[in-house]
């Protein structure tokens, strides 16, 4: 008898499956593995008795691919809804996150301003977060040489100002006022910075802004008289003129001028005060304009172009040249020309004489050309009613007193006949400036020399033509300041005291005078200095009251501060004068000797036409009263 089939012929697949599980009976299945074929099958949308077998169900086409795509999907959805639930979290509901980006700066004022113009700012801070922003600040960062524009010359790199508690929503407008300096068409940036605090933190916090103004015209006006050719060699003098155009005071104004290789400095009025390169003037008014005037010569190749750079500014040295805020600034360039001959004028490095001084100078001559030269002449004229004209002279040249002039040609100088290229030549004069006595009061003229060689060139074609070069050269006339001092008892703006001749161990009085007369130029910065000996003793007597003189104690010297004396002839100005009262008492050392009162007297001072430093020096003081009238001989030594 053969095993029943578990399954029954007319049954379904799914039937014959139920059936199976429900009897529990291990049938065993002789199944064995074999390839599908590839085919198509089809599967009906409902359960029937005419099923096809799976296979028809699926075909390769329709085969699943897994549900990794499904899971992506709903991951990033799932990622995204929870990113947006945050999101709104924080904007509508979150009360502690605090963002800078909720702070807004809206700075106000104009975007161009003139040099030493006040810049005027509004800024207003707004707090768009949610929370009390504590203990909130702005502060403002200024371009170097800003000033105070209600403290006069005060610097102010930096402005800071509370501004306390800023609540959400709460806005604040916070104006500021500064005077700014810069050179013309340069950006100046000023920075500006919130700092804060939020609650339940230490931490500080910031929000910073820029903002920019352009500087529309400079804080000066510059112009500078350079000629746009120049002889190698030759002398030539230049102009400057400074003008403020700022609206308030500059201070500590210098000025600077960066020379060209091959530039020599001569001279130049003013004087400069650092090196020949930089002059410091201090406070500059505004419309107030300083004028400079520059000369010296340029050496180098023909058609060689040579450029000057000058700069003005805020120099906190005082004259250094370190110039940290630029108020104005100028390039210019000069093309340097070779003279056919070139000539020139030695002053053997003087710029100045002083009344009754002397010069012995030189002229100087060469032939520039690749041609010959013949029938040179020079004639040197002066000007000037300083010169004494009866001192003129030359070993080879002739003066004519007539025109005020020294010749000098072939018939006295042979080489002047014919001057071969590259060839030169040189001669002397002397002159003497007239003495104080015979000048005229208040500041002289300065005397004028004009050199001019005249030729004729002749060519490898022996055409030949005429050619003049020309020079200039210049002496300002210096002051002679009188210095006077005395010692005296008897006469004075004190009565003086005790015994004299002066007696060992009692004390006796003394008037010291000092005077100066200044009969020409003004003299600045004017000064007398002095010691006393350890054994006089300073009585703090002056006369009179309002000549500034100081006692340093710890150095024992004695300064008379004169500041600027004005220039005139001893008959129209007075004498400045100054008396103080020492007194002595002498000690048995000192016993039958001529005791001294002040020693190391000097005068110095700036001669302001011609910068030069005027130093005079006095024989020291002592007992011997060569200047009282009523002094006899016998009363300066100490007697016992």
């Given at each position: ?372 030269v013949t029938d040179g002449s020079l004639e040197l004229f002066l000007s000037g009613g300083a010169i004494d004209k009866k001192t003129v002279g030359s070993t080879n040249g002739f003066y004519n007193s007539l025109t005020n002039s020294i010749v000098w040609d072939k018939s006295l100088i042979p080489s002047l006949g014919l001057i071969n290229p590259g060839e030169d030549g040189m001669a002397n004069f002397n002159f003497a400036v007239l003495p104080l006595s015979r000048l005229p009061s208040g500041a002289i003229p300065p005397i004028d020399l004009h050199l001019v060689f005249k030729g004729t060139r002749v060519t490898s074609e022996e055409q ?155 024989p020291l003081l002592n007992t011997r009263l060569a200047t009282d009238p009523s002094y006899t001989y016998g009363q300066e030594k100490v007697v016992e």
């Amino acid at each position: 008898m053969s095993n029943p089939s578990p399954f029954e012929e007319g049954d379904d697949s799914l039937e014959r499956f139920r059936r199976r599980l429900e009897r529990n009976v291990k049938v065993p299945l002789n199944l064995r593995p074999t390839r599908l074929p590839r085919a198509t099958f089809n599967v009906k949308r409902n359960w029937g008795d005419n099923d096809s077998s799976i296979a028809d169900l699926v075909t390769p086409e329709n085969k699943p691919r897994g549900n990794w795509v499904g899971k992506f999907f709903w991951g990033a959805l799932i990622f995204f809804l929870a990113t947006l639930a945050v999101a709104f979290y924080v904007l509508f509901y979150s009360t502690n996150i605090v963002s800078a980006n909720n702070i807004d700066l809206e700075i106000k004022g104009p975007t161009q301003l003139r040099s030493g113009e006040e810049l005027n700012l509004e800024t207003i801070v707004r707090n768009r977060n949610k929370v009390t922003l504590r203990d909130v600040s702005l502060t403002i960062t200024y371009p170097p040489g800003t000033v105070d524009s209600l403290e006069t010359g005060k610097e102010l790199p930096l402005w800071r100002e509370p501004i306390t508690d800023l609540n959400p929503g709460q806005s604040v407008s916070i104006g500021s006022r500064a005077v700014i300096y810069g050179a013309q068409n340069s950006n100046q940036k000023i920075n500006l910075k919130i700092e804060y605090h939020i609650p339940d933190s230490n931490a500080v916090f910031t929000k910073e802004a820029e903002y920019q103004v352009l500087i529309g015209s400079g804080t000066l006006d510059l112009t500078f008289d350079l000629p746009a050719e120049i002889n190698s060699g030759k002398n030539f003098t230049s102009n400057l003129k400074i003008t403020s155009n700022a609206k308030s005071v500059l201070r500590q104004v210098s000025l600077k001028i960066e020379y060209p290789s091959g530039f020599n400095f001569q001279s130049a009025d003013p004087t400069p005060i650092t090196g020949n390169q930089v002059w410091y003037f201090g406070d500059l008014a505004p419309g107030v304009s300083r004028n400079f005037k520059i000369t010296g010569n340029l050496t180098g190749q023909s058609e060689e172009v040579k450029s000057f750079k000058i700069t003005v500014g805020l120099d906190k040295s005082g004259g250094t040249g370190d110039i940290s805020t630029e108020y104005g600034s100028l390039f210019k360039t000069v093309n340097l020309k070779k003279d056919f001959v070139g000539v020139g004028i030695d002053l053997s490095g003087k710029s100045s004489l002083p009344p009754g001084g002397r010069l012995e100078g030189s002229i100087s001559w060469k032939n520039n050309l690749s041609d010959k030269v013949t029938d040179g002449s020079l004639e040197l004229f002066l000007s000037g009613g300083a010169i004494d004209k009866k001192t003129v002279g030359s070993t080879n040249g002739f003066y004519n007193s007539l025109t005020n002039s020294i010749v000098w040609d072939k018939s006295l100088i042979p080489s002047l006949g014919l001057i071969n290229p590259g060839e030169d030549g040189m001669a002397n004069f002397n002159f003497a400036v007239l003495p104080l006595s015979r000048l005229p009061s208040g500041a002289i003229p300065p005397i004028d020399l004009h050199l001019v060689f005249k030729g004729t060139r002749v060519t490898s074609e022996e055409q030949s033509e005429d050619i003049i070069s020309e020079t200039e050269g210049h002496l300002k006339i210096g002051t002679l300041i009188k210095f006077d001092t005395g010692a005296t008892y008897f006469v004075g703006p004190f009565k003086n005291t005790g015994p004299l001749p002066p007696k060992v161990g009692e004390e006796t009085t003394y008037t010291i005078t000092w005077s100066v007369i200044n009969p020409t130029n003004q003299v600045k910065q004017g000064r007398v200095s002095s010691k006393l000996p350890n054994y006089v003793k300073w009585l703090s007597s002056i006369s009179p009251l309002d000549e500034k003189v100081i006692y340093d104690k710890t150095n024992s010297e004695v300064i008379w501060d004169l500041g600027t004396i004005e220039p005139g002839a001893d008959s129209v100005l007075s004498s400045r004068e100054v008396s103080f009262q020492i007194s002595i008492i002498p000690s048995l050392s000192q016993l039958d000797s001529v005791v001294d009162l002040v020693k190391d007297i000097n005068f110095v001072g700036v001669d302001a036409l011609t910068g030069d430093v005027i130093n005079v020096s006095s024989p020291l003081l002592n007992t011997r009263l060569a200047t009282d009238p009523s002094y006899t001989y016998g009363q300066e030594k100490v007697v016992e």
